[in-house]
């Protein structure tokens, strides 16, 4: 019997197929601009998170090179890229990690860095705080929940702690309370659940890790968990795929499409592949109407104007108030 489960060109499981394709209720959807480079610099990781669809961890070896990084600071200067979103991994343990940040802000870039937090605590990364405020990264870092159990189910004992701590070194260097310095966290349902309303869930948020910790940020991000890679393998050991899966499709709202990151950024992969998101890449699932395919022939008059790549994982995005890298969209 088919059992409707895809399995993309990389052998992961991607997301079953939906009742109704999303192609059919999205329709066609086109690249609005091209605002936003998001890097993924490497898959290893000092944690190995629950929710991760990059299977980020600590024994991964694929680390994106100099000479790629390097193609990312062309495109970035020559195309006058607003913004240059770093993740991982840890993007951190890529040896070019800094030299990647400093450039790009000598370009103009505004650098947004996805920090794990915890990092901060591994050999050679202790300055990180100061590294961070002296460049004027953005800082948008994962924080499941106000409270340690939460936190700890899904990225593992002492994480909280840890980030409690990696939180007041940031503020201490003005991260939270400048203007300039933005620190911003997301949150990630720990169960099979849409996220909260954003607004309601960032005040609680701010008053419980004010209170209890003395902690302060600019914005809490609500991102709804993609069924793909770890979070899928949860979902299908705890009997939570059909019911996870019926909830994002049943909560389809056409007006996150406007919105979807998808259509104002492009992803590259540690080896320097595009990509419409950092969901299809983890899924490879590449550009389709010939438009550039790797960094090294980056072209943004064709990228702004591609037809964007779909599959039925993109109910994620679609559902409620829909899903970012920078939250809800609609």
Known sequence: MDSGIQITRNGRPAIPAAPTPFSERAGGL???????????????????CKHCHVDASPIRTEIMSAEVVDECLRVIREFSIPTLDITGGAPELNPNFRRFVTEARWFGANVIVRHNLTVMHEDG??????????????????????????????????????????????????YGTSG???LNLVYNPVGAFLPPAQSAIEADFKRELKSRYGIVFNNLYTITNMPIARYLDWLRRSGN???????????????????????????????GRL???????MLELGPTDG?????????????????IATADHCYGCTAGAGSSCGGTVA
Do not use: H
């Not at 086109?30 to 190995?48: E, H, M, S």
């Not at 936190?151 to 007041?168: K, Y």
């Not at 990509?275 to 890449?281: E, H, L, R, T, Y």
């Open 241 to 271: 795929e059909l019911s996870y899966i019926t909830k994002l499709v049943g909560a389809f709202n056409p007006s996150t499409l406007e919105g979807l990151m998808c259509r104002s950024m492009i992803s590259v992969d540690w080896t």
């Open 125 to 174: 990364q202790n300055d990180l705080p100061e590294f961070f405020a002296k460049n004027e990264v953005e800082i948008v870092s994962s924080l499941p929940y106000f409270q340690q159990t939460q936190t700890d189910a899904q990225r593992g004992t002492g994480v909280f702690e840890r980030s409690i701590s990696a939180l007041r070194r940031l503020n201490d260097v003005g």
């Open 180 to 182: 300039k310095l933005k």
């Open 30 to 48: 086109r690249a609005l601009a091209v605002d936003t480079l998001q890097v993924n610099v490497g898959k290893l990781c000092n944690q190995a």
């Open 275 to 281: 990509f419409d998101c950092d969901f299809n890449q």
């Open 291 to 307: 438009t550039p395919r790797t960094i090294f022939d980056f072209d943004a008059e064709k990228l702004r104007k591609r037809m």
